[in-house]
């Protein structure tokens, strides 16, 4: 099939789908966000690259509203229609991790994948927390960052409404506060080049991942780094076409309104070291 030109009123074709830090189970998740996308956006393969639902913030409090749920059954809707969803849990989900190989109403739960594209490139698929220093060796400063975090986004979501009140369209706070903080910057950067030193060490082409909520496409010493980035700020899908091209789309820039969540932007138009349990190569 085609991605390029779908029929009218159809959804996007792609391979692949790579979505992560989703954080069903926090009030930041912009569910409704991802369930727009997943109306209008379609794969032969969806990848989950960790912190789907997020099991450090349920063990403090329930809040699993029906619009996280809906997700949840999207998903497994997608299953039944023939896409295959590969799940590969994050340190937030990380409950998981001893289920890898195993199948959940469908859903592939995996340590790691290689996902192999169109043009031949073979790219581990990995959510990233094993090289986040903070996460592995200071687990309570990583809990304290995520309270901060959580405060953050918070603010963001009045900060927003206010926004959209004032006819202005979506725009992330916490993700340009983020980025204004030099560490943070530093942070980003040595994360990047420590995963794609992974997947030269395995001699593979590249990495997809997410963890750090910050979404980008880029070459790293011929490594190519990938991060579909998040659906608690930004709003970012990474998709595959089928002549194998990569992209970042971010669902929070087109217009229009919703018929099932009237308040929310429709996003359906074209905008201007981890072991090897669980490793599956993939090709779509």
Request: charged content about 25%; aromatic content about 14%.
């Given at each position: 099939m085609n991605d390029l030109m779908p029929p009218p009123g159809a959804p996007s074709r792609y391979r692949?789908?790579?979505?992560?830090?989703?954080?069903?189970?926090?009030?930041?998740?912009?569910?409704?966000?991802?369930?727009?996308?997943?109306?209008?956006?379609?794969?032969?393969?969806?990848?989950?690259?960790?912190?789907?639902?997020?099991?450090?913030?349920?063990?403090?409090?329930?809040y699993w509203p029906q619009t996280h749920n809906d997700v949840v059954q999207k998903l497994l809707r997608a299953v039944r229609k023939g896409t295959r969803v590969i799940y590969v849990p994050g340190n937030h989900d990380e409950w998981l991790r001893p289920y890898a190989l195993l199948h959940f109403g469908g859903v592939e739960v995996l340590d790691e994948a290689i996902h192999v594209t169109a043009d031949g490139r073979r790219l581990l698929v990995i959510h990233g927390d094993l090289f986040d220093t903070?996460?592995?060796?200071?687990?309570?400063?990583?809990?304290?960052?995520?309270?901060?975090?959580?405060?953050?986004?918070?603010?963001?979501?009045?900060?927003?409404?206010?926004?959209?009140?004032?006819?202005?369209?979506?725009?992330?706070?916490?993700?340009?506060?983020?980025?204004?903080?030099?560490?943070?910057?530093?942070?980003?950067?040595?994360?990047?080049?420590?995963?794609?030193?992974?997947?030269?060490?395995?001699?593979?082409?590249?990495?997809?991942?997410?963890?750090?909520?910050?979404a980008e496409i880029r070459d790293l010493g011929g490594i190519l780094y990938c991060n579909d980035g998040d659906w608690v700020e930004s709003c970012t899908a990474m998709v595959e076409h089928f002549d194998g091209r990569l992209e970042i789309i971010p669902w929070t820039v087109k217009g229009e309104f919703d018929q099932l969540y009237p308040e929310l932007p429709l996003f359906a138009k074209e905008p201007t070291h981890a072991g090897l349990r669980g490793l599956v190569e993939v090709e779509s």
């Open positions: 692949a789908i790579w979505l992560s830090d989703v954080h069903l189970g926090t009030r930041g998740c912009k569910a409704e966000y991802l369930i727009d996308f997943l109306r209008h956006n379609e794969a032969a393969t969806i990848y989950l690259v960790g912190d789907i639902v997020d099991g450090w913030r349920l063990r403090k409090s329930w903070v996460v592995k060796h200071a687990k309570w400063l990583a809990a304290l960052g995520d309270n901060a975090y959580t405060a953050a986004l918070y603010i963001n979501r009045y900060f927003n409404l206010l926004r959209r009140l004032l006819g202005y369209e979506y725009w992330s706070l916490s993700a340009y506060l983020k980025l204004k903080v030099k560490n943070a910057v530093q942070y980003i950067g040595s994360f990047a080049e420590a995963l794609s030193e992974e997947a030269r060490r395995r001699g593979l082409d590249g990495v997809v991942c997410g963890h750090i909520h910050h």
